[in-house]
């Protein structure tokens, strides 16, 4: 993606995350890949009303049409009004996008794959593969820890040096002015409003995570210093102590969840799909590195 399609896909973003009822934390979209951190709770859903349901249609439409309803606002507001026989059928169907990362996702990559190929005059699929999801546990430093990661990626990848100078990010938006931007950072620090000092301890945040007076590496540097390669890994036990987040936390893309090592067991001992197929115990992301990283749990995906 150019930047003129990361645009393209931040205004995707923003106005599927709006009808689909979700607050996106932070993101941040490269060149070949990205990472959107929502939070969302479906139960809003269930109870949205005519009104609420009229709003999220129209922060994703807009004043056109719906081509699966064939309906455009203003034709939606009369259903509704009138409460006739379709109009309950038309709240199910719309209520069945909403508040579902899956449905989330797939909608926000066929759009933007519209949206290529037609600015492009290309056919045919844009992604490469599905996308990858991981439960996070609310309102903790866990979730802070996977914020910071993903606003740090371009300091990773050597595009800047200050996380708050990459425009596709949540936190780069945030810098920028972006109201929207800032309500996710403000959230990440556990408040509800933006103010500058929350600002300045996120920048803090990341600061820290590129460890004191890091500098990102170029790619011959990043190999020369034991960070993560195709064929070479840090040691986890040395990640939080020397490398910050500079080398690549499989566990913050390929695990099932992140959190507390009691919610996670809540998880591995709950009846379900999750905790009856793992059967898995909690996992410390770091055996014997930095306090944050010891208190942080995962269950892997892969055996």
């Not at 309950?88 to 989330?104: C, N, P, Y």
């Not at 914020?147 to 596709?168: H, Q």
């Not at 695990?255 to 905790?275: P, T, Y």
Request: overall charge positive; hydrophobic content about 40%.
């Amino acid at each position: 993606m150019d930047e003129e399609a990361m645009e393209a896909m931040r205004q995707i973003m923003r106005s599927q995350a709006a009808f689909a009822g979700m607050e996106v934390l932070t993101y941040c979209f490269l060149a070949n890949h990205f990472h959107i951190f929502v939070r969302l709770d479906p139960k809003e859903t269930e109870k949205l009303d005519d009104a609420g349901l009229l709003g999220r249609f129209r922060a994703l439409y807009g004043a056109t049409r719906c081509a699966s309803l064939g309906l455009d606002a203003d034709d939606l507001a009369v259903i509704l009004k009138k409460n006739g026989e379709s109009a309950e059928g038309i709240r199910r169907r719309l209520k069945a996008r909403m508040g579902d990362v899956s449905v989330f996702m797939r909608e926000v990559k066929t759009r933007f794959t519209l949206w290529y190929n037609q600015k492009h005059g290309t056919v045919g699929t844009f992604w490469a593969e599905r996308f990858r999801s991981v439960i996070v546990e609310a309102d903790t430093a866990a979730q802070r820890m996977v914020a910071a990661y993903i606003d740090l990626n371009p300091v990773r990848a050597g595009l800047v040096e200050d996380a708050g100078a990459y425009g596709f990010s949540g936190f780069g938006e945030a810098c920028a002015g972006s109201s929207a931007a800032r309500r996710g950072i403000a959230r990440i620090e556990g408040k509800m409003a933006w103010a500058s000092k929350w600002h300045e301890r996120y920048r803090a945040r990341l600061c820290s995570r590129m460890g004191p007076g890091t500098r990102p590496l170029r790619r011959d540097q990043r190999s020369a210093a034991g960070c993560e390669t195709k064929e070479k890994a840090i040691p986890r036990a040395r990640l939080a102590e020397e490398s910050g987040f500079l080398s690549k936390i499989r566990a913050f893309s390929e695990s099932w969840v992140v959190g507390s090592v009691a919610w996670v067991e809540s998880f591995c001992a709950a009846d379900g799909w999750l905790g009856f197929r793992m059967g898995r115990k909690p996992k410390p992301l770091v055996e014997d590195g930095g306090a944050d990283f010891a208190r942080i749990a995962t269950v892997a995906k892969r055996h």
